[in-house]
C-alpha cells in the first residue's frame, strides 16, 4: 500500500524487493536473501514467510516464550514553544560566540555547559505563540560536489505533532500539514533527506527562484537535477508558527514535497537525540560536541574569506624545459553537444576568476583538451600533459618523513586536518610557463595561469610554495597534500586551547598569504587521525589497523581454489617468517588430490593464526621512505586487490569488492581500476614519490604512455585520477602476484566508493559518440547478431590471452588494439568510436559519403565517430569507384621533367609553332642546340604556306634530323607528311594538350612576342630586336645563340672590332647539359611520377574545356614517353599525356585494345610518320583528315 504512493512505475517490484532485502534487522535473514541469485519480490516474500514461521516453530519447541511488543501511542499535547533565534541561549543576535550569553554558562537542567535551560535539549520544551518568521537554513553536507540526499525514510520512533493517520502501516510515514498562504498543503518528513523538495506547481508565480548546482540523489541512487531553489514562507497551524524554508524545486513529478531533517528538526516538528549519535567516520572516536560545532561556527563566520573564492601564493614559478625534445600541438578534442554550453560556461567562468585565459599568438605547444562531467552537470577541465611532461624537468622537493614529524606529534592530543581548495591553483605560471600549458578547445585555444594538474613538477612545485607560506607557525605539518594542526597539553583541555590558538594562528597566516581552505574537507577537533601505517591519537602514536584490515577480516576460502590461492601467497610470505609454513599445514591438506572438501575447526583456527601473523612482524615491515615502493594490483570478477610492498615484503593491504556497474567493466577497465584503488587508498604513501606498479594486465603498460586520446572515457577518467602521482607500470604474470591476486579474490565487501569512483562509473560512452539514437539503435540491434563482435565482447569483459596463439582467430584483427578497446550497453567502443559489426558497414560508408566529400574528408569524419577493421582501405575503394566523385576530379599533380636528350651539333633538332602577333600570324623555328630561331610573316596558316617556310629556314640552315611540333592541322596534314618524307627529317609530335613536350618552341614563341611588343611600343624596328637577340650570351654561357649556330658573331649596331667577327668554333655541349640538369633539379621539387598504364587498364580522361566531366576510357595503345591512345565508352580513340589520365578503380565497358604496331620505333619521341596512313582517292587525290578531328585517330 505505501508503494501505491511512491511512483514507481515499472521498477515498483524490484524497488519493493531491495526495500526488503536492505531493511530486515536480522543479518542472517539478509545473507539469506542476497544468496538467491536472480531474486524476485515473490521468491523474497516466500523466503521471508518460510523463515519466519521457522523461527516461530524454532521457539515452540525450545519452549521460549514470544515477547509481545505492543506500541505505544503517545497522545497529542499543543507546544507553545517561544520562537529562538541562537540554539544555545534562545535569544537573536550575531552568530558570534562572543555574542551568546549562554556561552561558559552552566545550565541549570542538565548541568552541561555553553547552553541556557531554555534551549536544553534534554526536556521537552513548552511551546508559546508568537508571530516571529523563523529562518531555516539548510545545512552544508559533506560533499564536495554538492550531492544531497532524498531518501524519504520511514519513522516510527519520533513525534508529530501534525496530521494523524488512522492506519497502522500508513503511520510509518510521516506528515505534516503546513500553510503556503490561504492553502493546507501536506508535507512528508523525510528524515534521512538533506534539503527540502517542492513540486514547481506548488508555487506562487511571483516567487524568485535562483540557480542551484545540487544534485538530489534519490535511496535508489537515481538522480535528479533541480529546476532551482527558492525560499518559502511556511505557517505551522497549530501554533500559528511561521518559517522561512529554502526549498529545491523540481518537476511536477514530484507529487509530495519534503521536509529535510534540519528543517523538521528546526521547525520542531522531529526530535533527534544527538547524545545518542555516534559518528561513521572512521576517523572520528568521540561524538558531535558543543563546543566543536561553537568553534566550526565561529570559523567560518569569522573567516569567511578564508573558504570563498581562489587563492593565490606569493611569486611566479617559471616551468623548466628540455629543448632538445621537440615540441607537440595536439587538435582539439571533440566535445559532445551536450556538453558544449556548460563547456563554455565553464571556461568563460574560469577566464573571468583569472585562472585561464585566451591565447591569440602562436605556441609551440598545444595539449589536448579532456573534460570530466561532474554528477552536478558542471564540467571539470583538465588537459593531457603527457607530451609536455617529457620535456617538463622536475624539481624534486623532499617531503617531510615520519622521523621528522612523529617527535613533535607524538604528545599531540587534538587534531585538525585542512584541505587547500583548488591547491594546484595557488602558485602562478610565468608568462612563459604561461604559453608552455595552452590547450585547445572548441572555442579556441586557451593558456593556465594557474599550475594545471597533471603536469609532472606540480606536486612539487606546490608542496615547497606551501611549505614555505606556512613555516615557523606552531603545532602545524604538511602530510602528503593535506595540513596538521595539533594541540598539545597536560589535561584534554590544555591541549584543546592549545590547539585552538594554533588553529587561529594558521587561518590568520591563511589570510595573509591568500591560501584558500576547502571548508566541506575540514575535520575538526578530532582525537585520531591516519598518518602513513599508524594512528596519531590522543593516547599516543599507535599502528593503524586500516593497512592490515584486509587481511584480518578476509573471508575464508569457499573453495579449493581458493585455498591454493592462499597457500601460494603463504609460500611467499614464508621466506619472512618460516613458522608461516607448519601453520599453513592443515589448509595444504585440502589442497591434496585424493582428499575431499571439508573445512573444519581445524582449518578455521589455522586460518585465523595465519591472519595473525601477517599482519605483524617480521612478515609485515613497517614504511620507510629512503626504500623504493612498489604497489601490487590486481583485478578478479568481483573484487579488486592491493599490496604495498618494499623490497618484497608487505607494507600495507587493501581490498574491495566491486559493484554490479563495475563488474560489468573491460577487464583492462577493471585493472585500471585496481591501480587507481591502490594509488588513493595508500595516498599518504604515494604521493610525492615515485612508485612501482605491478600488474598483471600487459595493455597498461603501453596505454599509459599514449595520449588520453587514445583511450576509452572511463579509462581516461582512471588516467586523470594517476596524474598527481609520479608512477611506472610494469608488466608481471599473475602467478608472480601472489598478495594482489588473493586480495582480488578474497575481499572486503567494501563497496564504498570516492566521488572520482562515482564520476568514472557514470560515464556513458554514448554520450560521446555524434549518433543519433535511432542509428546508435540499429548498431547495437547488429552487433548483437554479429558473431565476431560477441566474441570480441565476451574476451574484452574477460581479459585477452597472455599468449597470441589463444586468442580466438575470429578477433585476431584486434588484438593489437586491445588497450583502446572497451563495451558498453551491447557496443563496443575503440576509444571514443563506436565499432560497425560487418553488416552495417557498407551502409556507414555510404552515409559516410553521401555527400560526395574528398577521400581525407571522409576518412577524418570516420575516424571521428566510427572503426572497424580495414575501414581505411574499405572507403578509399568506395570513392574510388565513386562515378560522381571521378567526374569532377581536379587535375593531377605534375610529373618529373624529362628534357630532351641533348644534340651534339647545332641544327640537328628544331621546334616549330604558329603564333598569332596584332592579328597576324607567323612562324617560328627554334634550334634545341643553339636556341638559335628563324621568324616568318605567314599570310595564311595553309599546310603549303607554312611548309614553303619551313623550306626556306632549312634552305638557309640545313634540314635537321628532327623536327617537333604539335598536333595542328597544319602539321598533321598530309602535305606535310610528304614534305618530311621528300626532305627525310623525321616528325615528331606532342600529345593533344600537352604543350609542354614541345616546351622549345613555346618558349620560343613567348620570347619572340615580347619583343615585337616592345619594339612595337618604343616604336623601334622588331628585326633590329630579333639580331640584338641572336647575339646576346645566353645565362650561364659565354656564347651568344648566334656563336653556337655559326660560330661567329654577327655585326650589330654595337661598334664591335673585326677580330670579334672572326669565326671560332665553341664546343658548349658540357656547358648545356648542366643547364637542363639545373633546370631539371628545380623543377622536379614539385613534382611527383605517376605509375605506367598498360593496355587494358581503365582511366578518367581529364577534359580540355570548362564545366565538362572525365570520361571513362580504358588504354588501348601506349606510344611511349607518357603518351597513350584511349578508347572512350563511344569507341573513340584519343591520345593524350599521362598527366591527362587517372587511374580509375571501376571497371569500363568492352573495350577493344589497339595492338601496337610492329616495328614502329617509340622508345623516343612519337613519330608521326609511323602512325598516319597515307589515303587517296582514284584520282590519287590524297585524303586529308578534317581538322577538328585532329584528337582522334580514325581508322
Known amino acids: 500500500m505505501l508503494a501505491s504512493t511512491c511512483n514507481f512505475g515499472q521498477l515498483k517490484d524490484s524497488l519493493i524487493r531491495d526495500r526488503v532485502v536492505c531493511g530486515t534487522n ?87 555547559e555553553n547552553h541556557f535551560a531554555i534551549a536544553c535539549r534534554s526536556k521537552s520544551s513548552q511551546s508559546e505563540n508568537g508571530k516571529k518568521v523563523h529562518t531555516v537554513t539548510e545545512q552544508d553536507s559533506d560533499s564536495c560536489e554538492d550531492i544531497m540526499t532524498v531518501t524519504a525514510l520511514t519513522q516510527t520512533a519520533v513525534e508529530v505533532n501534525q496530521i494523524k493517520e488512522s492506519d497502522r502501516k500508513k503511520r510509518e510515514q510521516l506528515f505534516a500539514g503546513m500553510m503556503i498562504g490561504d492553502s493546507l498543503v501536506k508535507f512528508q518528513v523525510d528524515c534521512g533527506a538533506t534539503c527540502n523538495v517542492i513540486p514547481i506547481n506548488m508555487l506562487n508565480q511571483n516567487v524568485k527562484m535562483e540557480h542551484t548546482d545540487k544534485v538530489l540523489v534519490m535511496y535508489n541512487k537515481s538522480k535528479l537535477c533541480p529546476l532551482g531553489k527558492c525560499k518559502v514562507k511556511l505557517t505551522n497551524p497549530r501554533n500559528n508558527k511561521k518559517y522561512r524554508v529554502e526549498f529545491q524545486v523540481v518537476e511536477e513529478d514530484c507529487k509530495t514535497p519534503l521536509l529535510g531533517r534540519t528543517a523538521s528538526e528546526a521547525m520542531k516538528l522531529i526530535q533527534v537525540k544527538y547524545d545518542n549519535i555516534w559518528a561513521l567516520d572512521s576517523s572520528v572516536t568521540t561524538a558531535p560536541s558543543e563546543k566543536n560545532t561553537w568553534l566550526l561556527e565561529e570559523i567560518k563566520t569569522e573567516f569567511q574569506d578564508v573558504f570563498t573564492g581562489d587563492g593565490c601564493l606569493q611569486g611566479e614559478y617559471k616551468l623548466e624545459i628540455d629543448t632538445t625534445v621537440q615540441p607537440v600541438k595536439l587538435p582539439k578534442r571533440r566535445v559532445p553537444v551536450s556538453m558544449m554550453k556548460p563547456l563554455k560556461e565553464e571556461l568563460r567562468s574560469l577566464a573571468d576568476r583569472q585562472i585561464i585565459a585566451p591565447v591569440e599568438c602562436s605556441t609551440d605547444w598545444i595539449s589536448g583538451m579532456v573534460t570530466v562531467q561532474k554528477p ?70 586557451f593558456r593556465w595561469l ?25 603545532g602545524t605539518y604538511i602530510i602528503a597534500d593535506d595540513i596538521l594542526i595539533t594541540g598539545k597539553g597536560e589535561t584534554m583541555e590544555l591541549a584543546e586551547m592549545d590547539h585552538d590558538r594554533n588553529l587561529r594562528l594558521f587561518l590568520e597566516r591563511c589570510r595573509e598569504r591568500n591560501i584558500k581552505l576547502n571548508v566541506e574537507k575540514l575535520k575538526l577537533r578530532r582525537q585520531e587521525v591516519p598518518y602513513i601505517g599508524h594512528l596519531l591519537t590522543a593516547e599516543g602514536l599507535r599502528a593503524d589497523p586500516e593497512k592490515v584490515r584486509a587481511i584480518t577480516e578476509m573471508p575464508a576460502p569457499t573453495d579449493i581454489k581458493g585455498v591454493q590461492r592462499l597457500v601460494g601467497m603463504i609460500n611467499y610470505l614464508s621466506k619472512f617468517y618460516k613458522h608461516l609454513s607448519d601453520d599453513c599445514e592443515p589448509l595444504r591438506q585440502l589442497t591434496h588430490r585424493d582428499s575431499l572438501w571439508e573445512w573444519t575447526d581445524v582449518q578455521d583456527e589455522a586460518f585465523k593464526r595465519l591472519k595473525e601473523k601477517l599482519t605483524q612482524v617480521p612478515v609485515l615491515k613497517y614504511y620507510s621512505p629512503e626504500e623504493e615502493l612498489t604497489l601490487q594490483c590486481d583485478a578478479s570478477e568481483t573484487g579488486l586487490g592491493a599490496a604495498l610492498t618494499q623490497h618484497g615484503k608487505p607494507v600495507a593491504f587493501a581490498s574491495r569488492a566491486l559493484t554490479l556497474t563495475e563488474r560489468g567493466y573491460a577487464q583492462i577497465e577493471k585493472e585500471c581500476l585496481a591501480i587507481v584503488f591502490g594509488m588513493e587508498k595508500f595516498h599518504q604513501y604515494t604521493y610525492g614519490r615515485l612508485v612501482s606498479v605491478q600488474s598483471d594486465h600487459k595493455p597498461l603498460e603501453s596505454i599509459i604512455k599514449k595520449p588520453l586520446l587514445h583511450a576509452p572515457k572511463r579509462l581516461q577518467r582512471m588516467l586523470l585520477r594517476l596524474q598527481k602521482y609520479d608512477i611506472t607500470i610494469t608488466y608481471v604474470p599473475g602467478r608472480e602476484m601472489l598478495l594482489a591476486d588473493t586480495l582480488s579474490r578474497a575481499y572486503l565487501q567494501d563497496s564504498i566508493k570516492s566521488q572520482t569512483e562515482l564520476e568514472t562509473e557514470c560515464v556513458n560512452m554514448v554520450d560521446y559518440v555524434p549518433v543519433s539514437t535511432e542509428s546508435m539503435d540499429r548498431i547495437r540491434a547488429g552487433t548483437r547478431t554479429d558473431s565476431t563482435l560477441q566474441m570480441l565482447i565476451k574476451t574484452i569483459q574477460k581479459g585477452w590471452p597472455a599468449c597470441k596463439k589463444e586468442v580466438p582467430a575470429g578477433i585476431t584483427q584486434f588484438q593489437s588494439l586491445q588497450d583502446e578497446l572497451s563495451t558498453q550497453d551491447g557496443l563496443v567502443f575503440k576509444g571514443e568510436r563506436v565499432v560497425i559489426p560487418q553488416a ?63 644534340t651534339t651539333r647545332p641544327w640537328t633538332k628544331v621546334g616549330t609553332d604558329l603564333f598569332s602577333f596584332e592579328g597576324r600570324d607567323y612562324l617560328i623555328t ?13 599570310p595564311d596558316t595553309k599546310s603549303s604556306t607554312v611548309v614553303r617556310k619551313l623550306k626556306a629556314h632549312f634552305a638557309r640552315q640545313g634540314i635537321p634530323n628532327i623536327v617537333f611540333s604539335d598536333n595542328g592541322p597544319q602539321y598533321s596534314s598530309t602535305e606535310f607528311a610528304n614534305f618530311s618524307r621528300k626532305w627525310e627529317f623525321q616528325h615528331h609530335t606532342s600529345s593533344p594538350g600537352y604543350p609542354q613536350s614541345n616546351g622549345k618552341a613555346e618558349s620560343a614563341v613567348k620570347t619572340a612576342k615580347r619583343l615585337m611588343k616592345k619594339a612595337k611600343l618604343a616604336g623601334q624596328d622588331p628585326y633590329l630586336a630579333l639580331l640584338d637577340h641572336r647575339n646576346t650570351p645566353t645565362q650561364g654561357l659565354t656564347t651568344s645563340p648566334a656563336q653556337r649556330l655559326l660560330s661567329r658573331r654577327t655585326r650589330t649596331l654595337l661598334p664591335i672590332g673585326d677580330r670579334l667577327l672572326q669565326p671560332k668554333v665553341t664546343d658548349d655541349r658540357l656547358a648545356l647539359r648542366k643547364n637542363i640538369e639545373r633546370q631539371t633539379k628545380y623543377y622536379n621539387r614539385t613534382a611527383k611520377d605517376m605509375d605506367t598504364l598498360n593496355p587494358g587498364d581503365v582511366v578518367r580522361v581529364q577534359p580540355f574545356e570548362q564545366h565538362t566531366l572525365w570520361s571513362k576510357a580504358r588504354v588501348c595503345n601506349t606510344r611511349g614517353n607518357r603518351s597513350y591512345d584511349v578508347e572512350l565508352d563511344n569507341g573513340r580513340v584519343l591520345r593524350r599525356n599521362r598527366r591527362h589520365l587517372r587511374r580509375a578503380a571501376e571497371v569500363g565497358k568492352n573495350m577493344s585494345v589497339h595492338p601496337q604496331p610492329e616495328g614502329q620505333n617509340l622508345t623516343g619521341l612519337t613519330r608521326n610518320e609511323g602512325n598516319i596512313q597515307i589515303s587517296t582517292t582514284r584520282s590519287g587525290r590524297v585524303v586529308q583528315q578534317p581538322g577538328y578531328l585532329k584528337d582522334y585517330i580514325c581508322n
Not at 852 to 859: Q, R, V
Open 376 to 445: 552536478n552537470g558542471k564540467p571539470r577541465i583538465c588537459i593531457d600533459p603527457r607530451p609536455l611532461n617529457k620535456a617538463l624537468k622536475r624539481s624534486h622537493f623532499p617531503l617531510p618523513t615520519i622521523d621528522d614529524i612523529l617527535p613533535d606529534v607524538s604528545k599531540a592530543k587534538v587534531f585538525t586536518v585542512c584541505d587547500v581548495k583548488h591547491g594546484f591553483w595557488h602558485v602562478k605560471l610565468t608568462d612563459e610557463a604561461s604559453h608552455l600549458t595552452t590547450f585547445a578547445t572548441p572555442f579556441g585555444r
Open 26 to 112: 536480522s543479518s542472517s535473514w539478509r545473507e539469506r536473501l542476497l544468496r538467491e541469485e536472480n531474486l524476485t519480490l515473490d521468491r523474497c516474500l516466500d523466503i521471508c514467510r518460510a523463515m519466519e514461521i521457522s523461527r516461530e516453530y524454532n521457539k515452540t519447541i525450545a519452549g521460549q516464550a514470544v515477547e509481545e511488543l505492543h506500541a505505544i501511542k503517545q497522545k497529542e499535547r499543543k507546544r507553545l514553544d517561544k520562537e529562538i533565534t541562537c540554539r544555545f541561549c534562545g535569544r537573536a543576535h550575531e552568530r558570534l560566540k562572543s555574542k551568546c550569553p549562554a556561552y561558559g554558562k552552566k545550565c541549570k537542567k542538565c548541568g552541561k
Open 450 to 474: 594557474r599550475m594545471p594538474m597533471g603536469i609532472s613538477p606540480a606536486p612539487e612545485i606546490f608542496q615547497r610554495k606551501l611549505m614555505q607560506a606556512l613555516e615557523n607557525l606552531p
Open 840 to 902: 552495417l558497414q557498407a551502409d556507414i560508408t555510404q552515409r559516410i559519403h553521401s555527400t560526395h566529400i574528398g577521400t581525407e574528408g571522409c576518412l577524418r569524419r570516420a575516424r571521428d565517430c566510427v572503426y572497424w577493421h580495414g575501414m581505411n582501405d574499405h572507403i578509399k575503394k568506395y570513392i574510388a569507384t565513386c562515378d560522381i566523385c571521378r567526374s569532377v576530379d581536379a587535375r593531377q599533380q605534375k610529373e618529373t621533367l624529362k628534357p630532351h636528350e641533348p
Open 926 to 938: 627554334v634550334d634545341y642546340y643553339s636556341n638559335f630561331w628563324e621568324i616568318d610573316y605567314l
